[in-house]
């Protein structure tokens, strides 16, 4: 009888081997958790299509962001959804509009134990939904739109964000807003830039979050499903106007373009586990037809062997716990 000669088995004996020569790791540091906090509610209010995710209130914010602090993740990523909406999206750069607002208020809370950050979009400032200005004849006007992210982004940073996530997929927007930045004193404000965001399936869950108003589809700034060279082009552009960080979004289905861009880039890499996939390892859980912990570790850790360097994910405060257990 021919034995084999190679063994690699070996090195999956015993749990300490396979821990020793693990080739991926994932710690608490490397996960952001993104958090919505509503303009106009008393109490913190559940997401339907996201079970155990919520819309908060300013007091639950500070709350859930300790609460993300003492679990040692790396940063929470706040949204706005305000009361009220317009054309141009003129809560967004108020200093007492509700992003803004809370954006200080966690900053004060726990911005010396993890990186505050805040999405520069419109789409939730709008009342047509979409992430800029829009033109007479319906369509998205990108430079009138940078007018109003470099608004965004002064307001921000001087509500106190240590990273802003640049996610309307505007030509010119890192640009546009790093100079807004700089020329306000804001020289050490962070930018990420959400490179390949694609227009894809898996946003339905966020929508009801943000209470979006969106009519239509945002094909015509947010990439084609099919295109993985253009988002690679896309970071690379981000980087060369001065992106300190780079964005894939949604991850999973995005797993190819994430590690085209990781090796295309030489500034961290961030990926965003979506809204859907969220919810779909959630309802299936619920129905038991996987195992929760395991899917979402699982998850989670091939997302960071994919390339990205940290991850936003709606379970960032849990999963960061079970890391924690496991050292």
Same mark, same amino acid.
Do not use: C, H
């Given at each position: 009888m021919s034995f084999p000669t190679h063994r690699p088995r070996r090195l999956r004996q015993s749990p300490a081997v396979r821990r020793l020569v693990r080739e991926t790791h994932l710690v608490? =540091?490397?996960?952001?958790?993104?958090?919505?906090?509503? &303009?106009?509610? =008393? &109490?913190? /209010?559940?997401?339907s299509s996201m079970p155990g995710v919520q819309q908060h209130t300013l007091d639950s914010l500070r709350r859930a962001a300790t609460a993300a602090a003492e679990a040692g993740v790396g940063g929470v990523m706040l949204f706005g959804v305000p009361a009220r909406r317009d054309a141009t999206g003129s809560? #967004?750069?108020?200093?007492?509009?509700? !992003?803004? $607002? /809370?954006t200080e208020a966690v900053a004060a809370e726990v911005g010396d134990a993890l990186v505050v950050q805040t999405d520069l979009c419109l789409d939730e400032f709008t009342d047509h939904g979409h992430c800029g200005v829009l033109r007479a004849d319906g369509a998205v006007d990108n430079d009138a739109t940078l007018e109003r992210y470099a608004a965004m982004g002064v307001a921000q940073a001087r509500?106190? =964000?240590? !990273?802003?996530g640049l996610s309307g997929m505007m030509d010119g927007q890192v640009a546009a807003v790093r100079d807004a930045l700089d020329a306000e004193g804001f020289t050490d404000t962070l930018i990420m830039a959400y490179s390949a965001?694609?227009?894809g399936a898996f946003y339905g869950p966020f929508r009801? #979050? $943000?209470d979006s108003q969106l009519k239509g589809d945002r094909r015509t700034y947010q990439?084609?499903?099919g295109n993985g060279r &253009?988002? $690679?082009? &896309? #970071?690379?552009l981000d980087v060369e106007e001065g992106a300190d960080i780079v964005m894939v979004k949604p991850a999973l289905p995005y797993l190819d373009v994430l590690a085209d861009v990781r090796a295309s880039v030489d500034v961290p890499v961030w990926a965003y586990q979506v809204s859907g996939e969220y919810s779909m390892i959630e309802a299936a859980s619920a129905n038991g037809w996987i195992d929760r912990r395991g899917a979402i570790l699982? =998850? !989670?850790?091939?997302?960071?062997? #994919?390339?990205?360097?940290?991850? !936003?994910t709606y379970w960032a405060a849990e999963a960061a716990g079970w890391l924690r257990e496991q050292l």
């Open positions: 608490p =540091s490397q996960l952001v958790l993104p958090m919505f906090v509503r &303009e106009g509610i =008393s &109490e913190p /209010a559940d997401i809560g #967004a750069d108020d200093p007492r509009g509700i !992003l803004n $607002v /809370a509500a106190g =964000s240590t !990273l802003l965001k694609y227009a009801e #979050a $943000v990439l084609d499903p &253009e988002g $690679v082009k &896309e #970071a690379l699982e =998850s !989670l850790l091939g997302i960071r062997r #994919a390339g990205a360097d940290a991850i !936003l």
